[in-house]
């Protein structure tokens, strides 16, 4: 068995509200991925995320994809986060090859002024569910929102035809 295929790259995002908004970034023109499309903060799961903490347990790190989320989300939008929760989860092999698995979550909005990482995004939005459909998003965010929106959780299904 071929062991590189339990190799992926795992991502967690968050659909940030504020009030009745959701918070959106466009990527940045220079991104390999998804160049100039919106989305929702978040980013890829490192190894510094846990591996130079002290363990929770004699064996296991806890919460490393909520702390992911939360140094992704100050990192590219500078804002401060709550109540990380569970949405749904999604699996895509790129381009290039490479595989991904991606969990969605939802988080309240806590504190800051939205400050953008420049390599990473270009322009951010809070926008109602209605706006967001004025907006160029990545394939399956406007279901996600839709999601949050009506209160589901775990099982995707596409909204929208």
């Not at 790259?9 to 959106?24: D, M, P, R, S, W």
């Not at 209605?130 to 209160?151: F, H, Q, S, T, W």
Request: hydrophobic share 35%; aromatic share 12%; net charge positive.
């Amino acid at each position: 068995m071929d062991k590189n295929q339990y190799l992926h790259e795992v991502a967690i995002t968050a659909i940030i509200q504020k009030g009745n908004k959701y918070l959106i970034i466009r990527r940045s023109l220079s991104k390999k991925r998804f160049p100039g499309m919106w989305t929702v903060p978040g980013g890829k799961l490192e190894t510094k995320d846990y591996l130079k903490l002290k363990k929770d347990t004699k064996f296991y790190w806890y919460n490393v994809l909520e702390k992911t989320l939360d140094r992704e989300v100050w990192e590219e939008v500078g804002i401060k986060i709550k109540n990380i929760n569970y949405l749904t989860s999604l699996a895509t092999v790129h381009g290039d090859g490479y595989p991904s698995l991606v969990i969605s979550c939802t988080a309240q909005y806590v504190s800051g002024k939205v400050k953008l990482q420049k390599e990473e995004v270009d322009e951010f939005a809070w926008v109602t569910l209605k706006e967001a459909k004025d907006y160029d998003l990545i394939d399956g965010i406007y279901d996600e929102l839709l999601m949050v929106e009506k209160n589901e959780k775990e099982i995707w299904k596409r909204n929208i035809k």
